[in-house]
């Protein structure tokens, strides 16, 4: 996928999957090349390395010491999502780099879509759908398919960022109760919402459904490992829209059969494209194919989040939606 090429301009690289309208905003800037797949990518910064001043990136395309290593010129990194683990953060500052993300604008659809799989978990919808489907459901009895309520329950929320802020608003509008574990403490948010700062452990052990909004990190990796999926009741429900290697996927998977956990919902995995064979067969889980932010509203808004901080970088302004500093 050829740029609209004038030499003596700068030379953007974009996902070709990122929408293209929002991308005419660097029309006179930057000329604009897009690419499919790696391979593509690769083709480019050999033969245009030099001149390529930013890069509009999905969360799949690793930005590391070595790509960065070969892009001279590169001034901004754009990625088109609100986490950024793909991009060696401490690579592209030594090299004057900056990072931004889609903060924001994906927070509604993502709140969303982590309530719909604590309800389709809750439920248990997808054994419904398919008792609709196979033509033998008997008809309504007292005892069928029994799930739980959520009124009254307690919600954790691991994070409370953005994202968790909305499932925590949406929760609240359940009837249930909302605690919190976050590096940081929301006094406002508390006194608005009632909700409580707990540390880690208790969080885990008061809640009827947690969910993880946090963003994968050293310290975050494996966060919910045996110890403290262990710490969950056995009729508690564990969700992860955030980042799927937050959760040992193997010890979630022993919880669901020997009973330690009433189920999960998933919409990220640990090694994505591919999903736990164990979680995949548990009639304990909802999986989803990382869809959290997949409505057409969203991806346009996260492709002009993408196009306004490549035109304030490449023209010399700071990027209106950098990545969070450390602390």
């Known amino acids: 996928m050829e740029a609209r090429a004038r030499s003596d301009r700068p030379l953007v690289l974009v996902d070709a999957a990122i ?3 929002p991308l005419t905003a660097l029309d006179g800037l930057a000329d ?5 797949d790696a391979e593509e990518l690769e083709r480019l910064i050999a033969e245009r390395g030099p001149r390529v001043r930013g890069l509009g990136v999905q969360l799949t395309t690793a930005v590391d010491e070595a790509l960065l290593a070969r892009l001279p010129a590169l001034e901004i990194v754009a990625d088109y999502a609100v986490g950024y683990d793909n991009v060696d953060l401490p690579a592209a500052a030594r090299r004057g780099v900056a990072v931004t993300h889609t903060p924001d604008v994906l927070t509604d659809a993502t709140a969303d879509l982590t309530w719909a799989l604590i309800l389709a978990v809750a439920r248990r919808l997808l054994e419904a759908d398919r008792l609709a489907r196979s033509g033998q459901w008997a008809g309504w009895h007292p005892r069928q398919l029994l799930g739980r309520e959520l009124t009254g329950g307690t919600l954790a929320i691991l994070g409370l960022g953005r994202i968790g802020e909305a499932v925590a608003r949406r929760g609240r509008a359940f009837g249930m109760r909302v605690v919190y574990w976050s590096r940081s403490a929301r006094p406002a948010l508390e006194r608005e919402l009632e909700a409580r700062r707990l540390e ?9 459904v947690v969910s993880i909004h946090l963003p994968l990190t050293d310290e975050t990796r494996h966060l919910l490992d045996a110890q403290r999926l ?9 969700v992860n829209t955030a980042r ?6 193997e010890a979630l998977a022993d919880a669901l059969e020997g009973g330690q956990l009433l189920g999960a919902g998933l919409d990220v ?7 736990h064979p ?3 067969a548990s009639p304990r889980t909802v999986l989803l194919p990382h869809v959290g ?3 057409v509203a969203t991806r346009e808004r996260m492709a002009e989040v993408v196009a306004r901080n490549l035109r304030a970088v490449i023209g010399g302004e700071p990027p209106p939606d950098p990545v969070p500093g450390p602390g």
């Open 19 to 21: 929408p293209d309208g």
């Open 32 to 36: 604009v090349a897009r690419f499919a």
């Open 200 to 208: 880690l452990r208790e969080a885990l052990g008061v809640a009827d």
């Open 244 to 249: 799927g290697p937050i959760v040992d996927e």
């Open 230 to 238: 262990a710490h969950m009741r056995s009729d508690a429900i564990l």
């Open 278 to 280: 164990r979680l995949a």
């Open 269 to 275: 995995h640990e090694r994505e494209p591919d999903v």
């Open 293 to 295: 932010s997949a409505t």
